[in-house]
């Protein structure tokens, strides 16, 4: 009678809650295909709300019931959140219902089911016009769920940093929420064997690092492996053993990609040549592994150029910048620049060619 009394008077808020009082018994009850429908019935209850507030307090209600339990059929009950969120027309209940999915996924250990859904964050960004709190809140969480996944390191590390983006000219308090985020993102980026280049030096959350008592040393480990080459490193490692291993960065994985950040380093001379001697030395390594260690840069698409055997230099066409600030950004006008002034001389050169050429054709006629 009560629910009755809720369905003729318009009651939906309390008809969802009276039915959702025995929906732990019904998880553990009812077959997947019977728990589904019952769900169908319940959040269906929000295309009758006539209002976005009433919509979001039932939004709020059916998820949160859901996702008590999340280690009891957790991918059921992220298969119902997404049929919610599909019914609802407010982008406030949407995205509080995403974020439940989110925290339903990564609490149930089911992230390959949400996984997809990243592709389509940047249209849901627009569609949800969130402030930048929640952009904090879901890029964090997004991340958190990719790095349980263990599969997409490179796609949490994205993520990681487009929260670091949004601190951006805040004051000493709003900055320092990040401060152990950024310390993780810089130890990500360092422990990751595939990352080579990265922006977080130019990110104020990072930067903040710089005269942190506790993570000072954090910032000068990135700044050796964005700005200086391998002896920097092993001077830091050295001093700083302890510190490396307690963050689980492995000495011996940290050498290598030194070594081709120091290679890659050496191939952004103006010279574009880079003889055999040098890059032994500066790698460490001996006479017969440089090749060896070119071919590595090469696979890893870090450089373009060739081996000169006879002359013991590699000949370099363009490699990647491990950094891409104002110096570069006035390297590549400067080129650009070059290249122009060359396009324009070929043409001068060309439409020269080609008066004389129908000069002489005149005189021959004539």
């Known amino acids: ?3 009755q009394d809720c369905m003729v008077t318009g009651r ?14 019904v ?17 269906n209850l929000v295309s009758k709300l ?21 280690s009891e059929k957790p991918a059921m009950r992220l298969k119902i959140l997404f049929n919610l969120y599909n019914l609802l027309e407010g982008p406030d209940s949407r995205f509080f219902v995403y974020m439940q999915a989110l925290n339903l996924a990564l609490n149930g250990k089911v992230t390959d089911h949400i996984i997809s859904s990243f592709k389509k964050i940047d249209s849901f960004l627009k569609e949800w016009n969130i402030g930048v709190k929640d952009q904090r809140n879901l890029f ?11 599969s997409s390191g490179k796609e949490s590390f994205k993520f990681l940093t487009k929260y670091l983006a949004t601190f951006s000219g805040e004051d000493s ?34 930067g903040q690092l710089e005269k942190d008592a506790k993570y000072a040393l954090v910032y000068q480990l990135l700044k050796i492996f964005l700005t200086q080459r391998l002896d920097a490193y092993l001077e830091f490692q050295a001093a700083n ?22 290679l890659v380093d050496l191939g952004s001379d103006e010279s574009g040549q880079i003889p055999y001697a040098l890059i032994k030395d500066t790698l460490r390594i001996n006479d017969d592994e440089v090749e060896l260690w070119v071919v590595k840069a090469i696979t890893a698409k870090l450089m373009d150029c060739k081996m000169d055997q006879m002359n013991q230099v590699v000949i370099v066409s363009c490699c990647t910048e491990r ?40 005189m021959a006629i004539r």
């Not at 998880?27 to 959040?43: A, N, W, Y």
């Open 1 to 3: 009678m009560e629910a």
């Open 12 to 25: 939906w808020l309390d008809l969802a809650s009276l039915i959702l009082t025995s929906a732990d018994l």
């Open 27 to 43: 998880f553990s009850k009812v077959s997947d295909k019977d728990l589904e429908c019952i769900f169908t019935v319940i959040c």
């Open 50 to 70: 006539g209002n976005p507030d009433e919509e979001l307090e039932v939004a709020k209600l059916i998820s949160t019931k859901i996702t008590q339990q999340p």
């Open 140 to 150: 964090l969480s997004i991340s958190n769920v990719l790095k349980e996944n263990k």
């Open 173 to 206: 308090y709003a900055m320092s929420e990040a401060k152990e985020e950024a310390v993780r993102t810089v130890i990500e980026f360092v422990k990751a064997p595939d990352m080579f280049q990265c922006d977080l030096l130019d990110m104020p959350a990072v």
């Open 241 to 262: 053993s302890t510190l490396l291993k307690s963050y689980g960065l492995v000495h011996e994985d940290c050498i290598t990609k030194m070594r081709l950040m120091s």
């Open 323 to 362: 950094i891409f600030g104002q110096q570069q950004w006035q390297s590549l006008r400067s080129k650009l620049a070059t290249w122009r002034s060359n396009v324009a001389s070929l043409i001068s050169t060309i439409q020269a060619n080609k008066v004389v050429e129908e000069g002489s054709q005149g």
